[in-house]
């Protein structure tokens, strides 16, 4: 895989990440002091996600995608997470230390030509987004 697809595809991902971090409840930060360990950031458990559109950051190209409710992801808050992609399910897990990764998300069956359900999982898949838990 050459360096231009790797980079498309992290941009793609990183994007389809602040998608979905965007249709989330706005927070008001709460100070922590310096001595307490930081908090967990539980903000995205027990939502359902919805999948809507995926940006090619190569071109600026922006797809919407059709029937966001057959695309989701809900994280649970014991590490693991489910969701829908088109026609079937699939769950794995997440961490939120050092940033949110996905690991390991798999499904459970195929749904055939027409379905983004492939692009969905590869995507999750590669969110290794770093910052603050």
């Known amino acids: 895989m050459n360096r231009?697809?790797?980079s498309t595809?992290?941009?793609?991902?990183?994007?389809v990440v602040l998608l979905v971090a965007a249709c989330g409840p706005a927070t008001t930060p709460t100070p922590t002091p310096a001595s307490a360990?930081?908090?967990?950031d539980n903000t995205i458990q027990g939502i359902v996600w919805q999948?809507?559109?995926?940006?090619?950051?190569?071109?600026?190209?922006e797809t919407s995608v059709r029937n966001p409710e057959k695309y989701t992801i809900t994280f649970n808050a014991d590490g693991t997470l489910d969701g829908q992609a088109d026609c079937t399910t699939f769950n794995?897990?997440?961490?939120?230390?050092?940033?949110?990764?996905?690991l390991g998300a798999?499904?459970?069956g195929l749904c055939g030509a027409?379905?983004?359900?492939?692009?969905?999982?590869?995507?999750?898949?590669?969110?290794?987004?770093?910052?603050?838990d």
């Open 4 to 6: 231009e697809i790797r």
């Open 9 to 15: 595809t992290l941009w793609a991902t990183l994007g």
């Open 37 to 40: 360990p930081a908090p967990v």
């Open 51 to 61: 999948w809507v559109s995926v940006t090619n950051q190569a071109t600026g190209e």
């Open 92 to 102: 794995g897990t997440y961490s939120q230390k050092g940033g949110l990764t996905i």
């Open 106 to 108: 798999s499904k459970t």
């Open 114 to 132: 027409g379905s983004l359900d492939e692009q969905y999982l590869a995507l999750l898949n590669s969110v290794a987004a770093g910052g603050p």
